[in-house]
C-alpha cells in the first residue's frame, strides 16, 4: 500500500512540482494520467526515492525518504529515459546484474527464463547501447521484473514499443497479482485496465476513480 500525505516538491526558483498531495494507492494497479508538466513523473520519483520533497510518502508502511534501504530491491522502477537505466555492456550482463541476489547454481537458468519471457534470448550478446529505443524499453522492463518487486512504478512504459510489444509489455506489466503496479501514461486505453485512476494537473491530484479519464478528455477538449 501507499501512503502519500501533504507531499510538497518544490525547486528553485519556487517552482511547484507536487503541491500537497495526499492520497491512499491502495489498488492492485493505479494509472496516473495528466498532461507533460503536470507532477505525475514527479509523484513516481517520489515513490521510487529519486526526488527530495516535504510530507510523508509511504510505501508498506516505509517513509521513502528514509527507508531507501529497507525498500532497495522492494520498489522497482522503470525510468521514461530507459537508456539512463540500462547500465550493463550487454543485454545478459544488464539483466544479470538483477539476478545477483540468486544462489549461482541457479543464475543462468533464471537469466534464459528472464530473456525469453521478455523476448530477448536473440539480443542476449548485444551491446546494450546498440539497441533501439523499443528494445530499451524491453530491456529495462525485464531487468526490474527481474528483481521480483512489491512495487512497480512504470513511467511511460509503452511510449517507444510497436503494437506487438506494446502488447506484450502491457500484458507483462498485469501479469502479478502479487505485485502493486502504479503506471504513469499517456495511454488511455492502458489506463482504462487499471482498477484505480488518478488525473493530475498543475501538481494536484484533480479527480480520482473510474471517470478520471472523462474528466481529463473534457479537460483538454
Known amino acids: 500500500m501507499i501512503e502519500l500525505e501533504n507531499v510538497m516538491v518544490t525547486v528553485k526558483p519556487e517552482a511547484v512540482l ?22 505525475k513523473s514527479t509523484l513516481a520519483k517520489v515513490l521510487a526515492g529519486l526526488i527530495d520533497y516535504t510530507g510523508s510518502a509511504k510505501i508498506n508502511d516505509v517513509e521513502v525518504a528514509t527507508g531507501r534501504k529497507k525498500l532497495s530491491g522492494r ?40 530473456l525469453e519471457e521478455h523476448d530477448l534470448t536473440d539480443l542476449a550478446d548485444r551491446p546494450a547501447l546498440s539497441l533501439s529505443s523499443g528494445q530499451l524499453q524491453r530491456l529495462a522492463l525485464a531487468s526490474v521484473l527481474a528483481t521480483n518487486p512489491d ?9 517507444m514499443l510497436d503494437a506487438r510489444y506494446a502488447k506484450l509489455v502491457s500484458n507483462q506489466l498485469f501479469a502479478s497479482a502479487d505485485r502493486q503496479l502504479v503506471l504513469i501514461t499517456h495511454d ?10 488518478l488525473w493530475v494537473h498543475d501538481a494536484k491530484i484533480a479527480h480520482r476513480g473510474p471517470t478520471a479519464i472523462q474528466h481529463y478528455l473534457e479537460h483538454i477538449g
Open 188 to 197: 488511455l486505453e492502458l489506463a482504462a485496465r487499471c482498477d484505480d485512476i
Open 75 to 114: 520498489v522497482g522502477m522503470i525510468i521514461a529515459n530507459t537508456a539512463a537505466q540500462v547500465i550493463m555492456p550487454t543485454v545478459a550482463e544488464d539483466v544479470g546484474l538483477s539476478l545477483r541476489h540468486l544462489p549461482k547454481h541457479q543464475r543462468q537458468t533464471a537469466l534464459e527464463s528472464v
Open 151 to 159: 512495487v512497480l512504478i512504470a513511467d511511460e512504459p509503452t511510449t
Open 18 to 39: 507536487l503541491d500537497d498531495v495526499s492520497a491512499r494507492l491502495e489498488a492492485p494497479t493505479t494509472a496516473i494520467i495528466g498532461e507533460n508538466g503536470s507532477g
